[in-house]
C-alpha cells in the first residue's frame, strides 16, 4: 500500500466524476479512462477495520472471487492518504447492467435469466462465499451473459461450501428490498430449477431453501 500527498490525491481525482456521496464525503468517483475511485473510511474509533481496513478486505476479496473463477472488479491501485484519513481503492470498471434493471426490463426470456441468476447464486454458495452485501442493485449482469460482483468489502469466504443456515441468511440479504421480493416472486420456479441444477443439496436441504424464499418474498 503507498501513502500519497493531498496534492497527488488531487490529481488522482482531477476530472473525475463524482458517483456516490455521502455525509461524510465523496465515495466513489469514476475517471475519464474507464476507471473507478472508492474511498473507505474507518466508521468507528474502535473496529476490526484498525487491524484490517475496509479497503484491504476488499482488495483481499477481489483476488480470492479472481482465484475461485467469479467475475469481479480488477484491482489497480491500493492506496493511503493521511490528509483526508481515506484508504483508496482504484480499480477497472466492471461493465454490465444491474441485475434488478436486467430482471425489470427482460420481457422475451425472462425464464432463462432467472435461471442462470439461480446457477450463479448457488455457485457463490458452493465456492464457500458469503456475500452480506448482495442484493440484486449491487451485482451485475455481465455484456457475455454471466454475472459479476461489485462492492465486495462485506464478504467473507469460506474454505466449503455455505450451510444451509448461512444460505438462508444470504437469501435474507439478497431479497431485502421490495421491489426484489417482487421480481422473485413472478419468476421463483425459474431461479429455483437454476439454483438446484447447480448446487449439491439433498433435497430436504432444497426444500428449505424454497421455503425460505417463499417466506421472505410473501
Not at 7 to 26: A, H, S
Not at 160 to 186: A, G, P, T, V
Amino acid at each position: 500500500m503507498d501513502s500519497i500527498s493531498n496534492e497527488e490525491y488531487q490529481r488522482l481525482i482531477k476530472d473525475t466524476n463524482v458517483i456516490e456521496k455521502d455525509g461524510f464525503g465523496i465515495k466513489v468517483l469514476e475517471t475519464q479512462h474507464g476507471e473507478m475511485i472508492k474511498l473507505f473510511r474507518r466508521k468507528r474509533l474502535l473496529s476490526t477495520a484498525l487491524l484490517k481496513p475496509y479497503a484491504v478486505r476488499f482488495v483481499d476479496n477481489a483476488k480470492k472471487l479472481h482465484a475461485l473463477g467469479i467475475p469481479t472488479i480488477n484491482i489497480k491501485q491500493l492506496l493511503w492518504c493521511p490528509s483526508i484519513k481515506r484508504h483508496i481503492v482504484v480499480y477497472e470498471k466492471l461493465e454490465g447492467a444491474l441485475v434488478r434493471e436486467a430482471l425489470t426490463k427482460e420481457q422475451e426470456k425472462p425464464a432463462k435469466l432467472f435461471q442462470n441468476f439461480g446457477a450463479f447464486i448457488a455457485d457463490l454458495h458452493e465456492k464457500g462465499v458469503y456475500f452480506r452485501s448482495a442484493h440484486l442493485n449491487n451485482i451485475l449482469l455481465l455484456p457475455n451473459g454471466t454475472f459479476g460482483l461489485i462492492d465486495i468489502s462485506d464478504m467473507q469466504i469460506k474454505h466449503q461450501s455455505l450451510n444451509i443456515n448461512l444460505r438462508q441468511r444470504n437469501f435474507e440479504h439478497i431479497l431485502r428490498y421490495q421491489e426484489d421480493k417482487d421480481l422473485f416472486r413472478k419468476n421463483l420456479d425459474s431461479f429455483l430449477s437454476g439454483y438446484n441444477a447447480s448446487s449439491l443439496l439433498i433435497d430436504e436441504q432444497a426444500e428449505k431453501i424454497k421455503q425460505t424464499i417463499k417466506h421472505i418474498i410473501c
